[in-house]
């Protein structure tokens, strides 16, 4: 075959369903989250696996583990805190073992671009005595997610294949190959294996242990630690460099005449590899993102070479060609690298500074700064416009509305985790009486049915007094609008129950829920301020499709009456980034503007008109 | 900002100066040297479509590449970064400084300049587009930029690709006259736009995408 045509630019994720496809894969499952969601979304386009999204990252976990006791092999994905809701099934799935291959893949958010903690999930890996891939680009993401399910099936256990942020949504050329051809494996019956109650459980235990001895013999696999030995009379002697994922990029094109062990597996590690690798040098400095995972180990190791990490790199945020290089300028001219063996990158090739570098802060200093902002048309814009008059206590959560935290809304007072909003809002009530009756919890749909249930349950059965406003756009939006319970398709298009959030509300007793469109400025305040007022538990759900998702009739959207504008801002600190100022008058952005006519109702003044209105008046 | 106005020298200025980049990266290249592209500008104008097609452009040439993309909570209407890195052997898929920066608005071309290399090229597109923050008064656009920039580095070019994809009525094409004047600077093979275009656009914009870059690479 023309080995060009298999050739392709694919982002990490990318890589990986394709890896799925040609592991033979049957079924994948995820919860959307960044960085991992476009994994799931790529598999979808392939036929021969069932793939779903799941309500959480726990149950996508456990569909998975089913789909692996069934006999198949099965990949469920999702970002690192995600981990954290699926750490319960996760951690006991170690000691069952599996039957068809079970490879979970976790991306982490160093920096958390659109997260909200960096945790360091590899420490997941170790905690549950897991194997752990780590691939450091898209090629190796596929080669390592087929390795998963090979080493998973030799092994009975689930593996996780971790990656970043870097490697999830950076594209390289990756080859693709051929879909593998596996023998069938049956269901068989089995209490002691898959059954943890205590007495199995023990048993499973010592199985564990055992299985790790073997999976430390394997670790030293030479598919699963490369070398790199660089060539030439710069070579550097006394160090050498331990590393893995992205951070090995940065290693490889800053030190590269220092020699580099990549590890490949980072769950166990191969101690043999690294007491060989390490020989005769004097320092071995290891490279990692976040927490000092392999030096902490390594050290441990008791190797005679001096053993450094994080005395030179950060433990929070990326790593980066900027900070390797400081590195090696630190290293620069010291007797572990000495002046000539510096090379080409001698101490001003290195890092070399812009001229202009002294004067840049401050002709830089009063460039404003874009942060996101809730869409045009975001039917959750007018939710925390009323909150904000009406000056309550907003526990949020996880989603676009998060942005609200910004100004000019300025609206949420806390944001947590999936699912954290409605029991926080308890929690301050019953603390503080005084705060009864001004808190207000306010949650997505797609986050109302990821962990939204059993809070509300738990909130009515304490009798908790407080307004829960469930932000129903109809869709996952944030992570790119993915299809949940309440949308009623499912991720193949299939038709499916349309779940409504009030369901839940109304089985669980609550006896004030109401459904509102947060459109209808003035209804919205009338509902929201009866219902904070009242002293019994409400839902009140707000439902309008996300923006985006809408057609936009241009023949409707706003337009300013500017003999009645009298420039007096209340339109701009809603906050719509349609409504505009240009040459000192407020303007229309007709471009961005929806056609929602929330405005209209925001402006006291009744110079903001639809523009059909426009044309009736003159 | 109408510094080139003046059509034809325009026209050599812009060769003399892309030729010269040119025959520079061809060597170096050649040397193994890496070539770090940064896209710059706002959610929604297009900066992860100009990326692919010049990281694809760059594969058809018969190069390593790697790309970084920005997704998830930076769409909304946030700055937005992406970057493209060429070479025999590519390492790290991002980077520290460019040797060429595609700004495709003018605010977002000032916010990264320290990330241009000494030598480097800025290639800004002449189009403003007003943080929220400016609308509520809280800050002011800059008014100075291209001063600003003309302080740092002489080695920039502003190109009103708006005006000139307005005359294909798409304004959305911009992002592709900006490309089709930076493909002048590389040492890519000639015939690997149009396929990388065509692979990355939905075909019943394609004619106004190629258009669009060819009027970039004409000016």
Redesign the interface.
Same mark, same amino acid.
């Given at each position: 075959m023309d080995s060009k045509e298999n050739?392709q630019?694919l982002?990490g994720n990318e890589a990986i369903a394709r890896a799925a496809f040609e592991a033979g894969v049957k079924v994948a499952t995820a919860y959307p989250g960044?960085?991992s969601?476009?994994i799931l979304e790529n598999i979808s386009r392939y036929k021969s696996i069932y793939c779903q999204w799941s309500v959480n990252e726990k149950v996508a976990m456990e569909v998975a583990s089913g789909a692996s006791i069934a006999g198949a092999r099965a990949l469920v994905a999702m970002k690192h805190v995600g981990l954290n809701v699926a750490a319960d099934p996760f951690m006991t799935l170690s000691y069952t073992g599996v039957n068809g291959g079970l490879v979970i893949v976790c991306a982490d958010d160093p920096y958390m671009?659109?997260s909200q903690n960096e945790q360091d999930n590899r420490f997941y890996a170790k905690f549950a005595k897991v194997p752990m891939l780590e691939p450091s @680009?898209s090629q190796e993401a596929l080669d390592m997610l087929k390795a998963a399910f090979e080493i998973s099936e030799q092994f009975d256990t689930p593996v996780l294949l971790r990656t970043t942020t870097?490697i999830s949504?950076?594209?390289?050329?990756v080859r693709l190959g051929e879909k593998i051809n596996l023998d069938e494996r049956n269901y068989v019956k089995d209490s002691k294996k898959y059954v943890m109650i205590p007495a199995y459980g023990r048993l499973r235990h010592e199985l564990l242990l055992q299985r790790w001895a073997r999976l430390s013999e394997f670790s030293e696999s030479k598919d699963l630690n490369k070398v790199y030995l660089p060539v030439g009379k710069n070579t550097i002697t006394k160090i050498g460099i331990i590393t893995s994922g992205?951070s090995y990029?940065?290693a490889?094109?800053v030190f590269s005449n220092v020699p580099i062990l990549k590890l490949l597996i980072t769950n166990p590690l191969p101690e043999k590899t690294i007491r060989g690798f390490a020989e005769g040098k004097h320092l071995i400095l290891i490279i990692e993102e976040l927490e000092p995972f392999l030096e902490e180990q390594i050290k441990l190791m008791g190797l005679d070479s001096k053993i450094a990490g994080k005395e030179y790199f950060p433990q929070y945020g990326e790593l980066?060609? @900027?900070i390797a290089?400081r590195v090696y300028q630190q290293l620069f001219g010291t007797e572990l690298i000495s002046e000539h063996e510096g090379g080409a990158r001698g101490k001003l090739d290195a890092a070399?500074i812009?001229?202009? @570098?002294s004067?840049?802060g401050e002709?830089?200093s009063?460039?404003?700064?874009?942060?996101?902002?809730?869409?045009a048309g975001c039917s959750h814009r007018s939710v925390f416009y009323i909150l904000k008059k009406l000056k309550a206590a907003v526990m949020g959560d996880i989603g676009?509305y998060t942005?609200s935290v910004l100004?000019?809304l300025n609206a949420l007072d806390s944001c947590l985790c999936m699912g954290a909003g409605i029991g926080q809002a308890l929690g301050m009530e019953k603390a503080n009486p005084n705060l009864k009756g001004k808190v207000v919890s306010v949650i997505g749909d797609s986050t109302f049915f990821h962990s939204g249930i059993t809070p509300l349950i738990d909130n009515i059965y304490n009798k908790g007094t407080g307004l829960i406003i469930i932000l129903d756009n109809k869709t996952t939006a944030?992570?790119?609008h993915q299809v949940h319970p309440g949308v009623g398709k499912t991720l193949s298009g299939d038709d499916t129950v349309e779940l409504k959030p009030e369901y839940f509300a109304k089985a669980a007793g609550v006896k004030n829920i109401r459904v509102v469109d947060p459109y209808n400025l003035k209804l919205l305040e009338k509902v929201l301020r009866e219902e904070l007022e009242r002293n019994e538990l409400s839902v009140v759900v707000c439902r309008r499709i996300c923006a985006l998702l809408e057609k936009v009739d241009k023949n409707n959207v706003a337009t300013i009456d500017q003999e009645k504008c009298d420039k007096c801002?209340v339109c701009?600190?809603f906050?719509c980034?349609a409504?505009?100022?240009r040459d000192g008058n407020y303007a229309i952005n007709e471009l961005l503007c929806t056609g929602c006519d929330v405005c209209v109702a925001v402006c006291k003044k009744g110079a903001m008109l639809k523009k059909y209105k426009k044309f009736i008046k003159i | 900002m109408k510094k080139y106005d003046n059509k034809n020298n325009k026209n050599n200025n812009n060769y003399a100066k892309s030729s010269m980049y040119l025959e520079k990266w061809e060597e170096d290249l050649k040397k193994g040297q890496i070539l770090s592209v940064l896209f710059t500008g706002v959610g929604g104008q297009g900066i992860i479509l100009a990326t692919t097609v010049l990281a694809k452009a760059a594969q058809e040439s018969g190069f390593d590449v790697k790309v970084s993309e920005v997704h998830g909570m930076a769409q909304r209407g946030g700055s937005v970064e992406g970057s493209v890195r060429i070479g025999k052997e590519v390492f790290s898929p991002i980077i520290n400084r460019a040797d060429f920066i595609i700004a495709v608005e003018k605010l977002e071309a000032l916010r990264y300049i320290g990330k241009l290399q000494p030598g480097g090229f800025l290639l800004v597109n002449d189009y403003e587009i007003y943080p929220s923050t400016v609308f509520s008064k809280d800050t002011e656009y800059p008014k100075n930029i291209e001063e600003r920039i003309s302080n740092l580095t002489k080695n920039y070019m502003i190109i009103d690709a708006v005006e000139i994809a307005l005359k294909l009525n798409e304004i959305r094409a911009a992002n592709m006259v900006l490309l089709g004047a930076f493909s002048n600077f590389l040492p890519l093979k000639p015939d690997c736009w149009n396929s990388a275009i065509k692979e990355n656009v939905p075909s019943k914009a394609l004619n106004i995408n190629i258009e669009a870059f060819n009027l970039g690479k004409n000016l």
């Open positions: 050739i630019l982002i960044t960085p969601t476009e671009h659109s @680009d870097r949504h950076s594209r390289s050329l992205v990029q940065y490889r094109e980066n060609l @900027d290089d070399p812009p001229a202009s @570098d004067n840049l002709l830089l009063d460039v404003p700064q874009r942060p996101p902002v809730l869409c676009c942005l100004p000019p944030m992570t790119g801002g701009i600190r906050g980034p409504i505009q100022l | -």
